[in-house]
């Protein structure tokens, strides 16, 4: 089993940063894949970034890349998600999941997940 608690949520005006945390517990940390959802109101959850176990790899969706970066620190058993240039239309909550395997982008391959945090962006 592995816990996930998401941090480093909240309100930012357009332009502005937030890097969100994500602590891990249980199931060794530092052999999942660790990815970033989010999910707007009304929408589908959706893939926003992934990192490999070994931090050597990571993935975007498009609309995030070169604004977000996705980073871990496998001693201290967590992953964040450094978002600048924040856009009205990153408002979602975000959510933090892990997987053991190879690096997947399907929200349905992820098992554990965490309870998720609010990040609001006012135009």
């Known amino acids: 089993q592995v816990q996930l608690v998401e941090s480093g949520g909240g309100l930012v005006q357009a332009g502005g940063s937030l890097r969100l945390s994500c602590a891990a517990s249980g199931r060794t940390f530092s052999s999942a894949v660790m990815g970033w959802f989010r999910q707007a109101p009304g929408k589908e959850r959706e893939f926003v970034a992934a990192i490999s176990w070994s931090a050597g790899t990571t993935y975007y ?15 201290k058993n967590t992953v964040y998600l450094q978002m600048n240039s924040l856009k009205p239309e990153d408002t979602a909550v975000y959510y933090c999941a892990a997987r053991f395997g190879p690096v997947r982008f399907n929200k349905y391959e992820y098992p554990y997940w965490g309870q998720g945090t609010q990040v609001t962006v006012s135009s």
């Open 61 to 75: 969706t498009d609309s995030v890349k070169g604004r977000f970066t996705i980073s871990r620190d496998n001693a």
